[in-house]
């Protein structure tokens, strides 16, 4: 059974840093495509920043992410990462990440990922 356990949120300054942390049991990621997803209130849940297998080792970022925002993966660890730098108040929401099995989807489209962590809150304010 695949478990993802992300770690690492909570309340930031505007300007500050982050790093999330998901953590998978059952499932060796460099094997899986993996993201990162966030969710603010009232909003749709929108893909921020994914992986393919390690294999292919290509990244998609969402417009708003890019260069603030790195996805990197631990393969010895298991364990897949998110650095946010720069953050901005519109970035606070839960954040969740996310692996997919299907043997085709679309990088970053949730409906295509079909195992899900707990999610962590991200706040950023003053």
């Known amino acids: 059974q695949v478990q993802l356990v992300e770690s690492g949120g909570g309340l930031v300054q505007p300007g500050g840093s982050l790093r999330l942390s998901c953590a998978s049991s059952g499932f060796s990621l460099n094997h899986y495509a993996i993201g990162w997803f966030r969710q603010a209130p009232g909003k749709e849940r929108e893909g921020v920043a994914c992986l393919r297998t390690s294999h292919e080792n290509s990244a998609y970022y969402e417009d708003s992410a890019k260069g603030r925002f790195t996805v990197s993966r631990d393969n010895a660890e298991n364990t897949v990462y998110l650095q946010m730098n720069s953050l901005k108040p519109e970035d606070t929401a839960v954040y969740y990440c996310?692996?997919?099995?299907?043997?085709?989807?679309?990088?970053?489209?949730?409906?295509?990922?079909?195992?899900w962590g707990q999610g962590t809150q991200v706040t950023v304010s003053a």
């Open positions: 996310a692996l997919s099995t299907l043997l085709h989807f679309k990088l970053c489209a949730s409906d295509d990922y079909d195992h």
